[in-house]
């Protein structure tokens, strides 16, 4: 008996693989940037957002070019030993390229790269399998939107999805309204992702996207140097202090 036509399963996801081709252009850019600046930086993203990324790009647009690619493909491009290596002394760079890491290639003196990416950071809303930076407690009244200025309450179409993601509201004149308070998470816990939703819907931004520095290479010397402390360190309690201070309208960090 032939198969029916309506079981057939059609994909609608439009998605190439990357080709020998691709990976072959990739590997020739990164060589020719290796040519074309002096400085070659390693580096790796905490709390990875693309948007970040993004700006982070647009704003060395210019004076630097970054790759954020299959960490393998960047390390066979460098060269990971001193036979392999397309410049001397890059491969012990390359040697490091593990995890979610980039390069970035510019003419920047270091001091002025360090300082930069020191002050860079971005907070961002926090997803399921982060941990908790804080404990966030929501008050008694109305639920709010704490990233509007001022605060204002969620409008009444939106109850159902707060009770759906856990909260025990009512309905006051027209306003989502907590007759006791309710812990959304509690500091140092996984995150759920009806955990992530809700902080993402009150604005309680709970991580910090960062670009940690881990060593550059010098064309000049062809040396490698390590950042001292580099890479991306654990959040700590400047980090939240600066996000309870977007949360003391309507929500309580504890």
């Known amino acids: 008996m032939p198969k029916s036509k309506r079981s ?33 930086w390693l580096f790796e993203v905490g709390n990875m957002r693309n948007s970040h990324l993004t700006t982070v790009r647009q704003l060395w647009k210019g004076t630097a070019r970054i790759f954020f690619a299959k960490g393998k493909v960047m390390a066979k491009a460098l060269g990971l030993t001193p036979e ?50 804080r404990t966030v407690i929501l ?19 939106e109850e159902p999805q707060l009770r759906k993601l856990g909260l025990t509201t009512h309905m006051n004149k027209g306003v989502p309204t907590l007759t006791a308070p309710h812990k959304i ?34 064309s000049a010397t062809s040396e490698v140097t390590q950042i001292e402390g580099g890479g991306i360190q654990s959040q700590g309690d400047e980090d939240e202090q600066g996000s309870e201070a977007e949360s003391e309208d309507g929500a309580m960090s504890e």
């Open 139 to 157: 008050p008694v009244g109305p639920v709010m939107r704490i990233y509007s200025d001022p605060p204002e309450p969620f409008p009444h179409n």
């Open 185 to 218: 998470c509690e500091k140092g816990k996984t995150l759920t992702a009806e955990q992530a939703q809700l902080l993402k819907l009150i604005g309680e931004r709970m991580v910090v996207f960062r670009v940690g520095l881990l060593c550059y290479w010098d």
């Open 8 to 40: 057939k399963l059609v994909s609608l996801t439009n998605v190439s693989k990357k080709t020998k081709e691709h990976k072959s252009s990739l590997m020739s850019e990164l060589q020719e940037n290796s040519e074309k600046w002096r400085y070659c």
């Open 84 to 133: 392999e290596e397309h410049r001397t002394g890059i491969h012990k760079l390359a040697k490091q390229i593990k995890g979610q890491v980039g390069v970035m290639f510019t003419d920047s003196e270091p001091k002025e790269v360090t300082e930069w990416f020191d002050d860079f950071q971005r907070p961002d809303f926090a997803r399921a399998g982060n941990k908790a930076s």
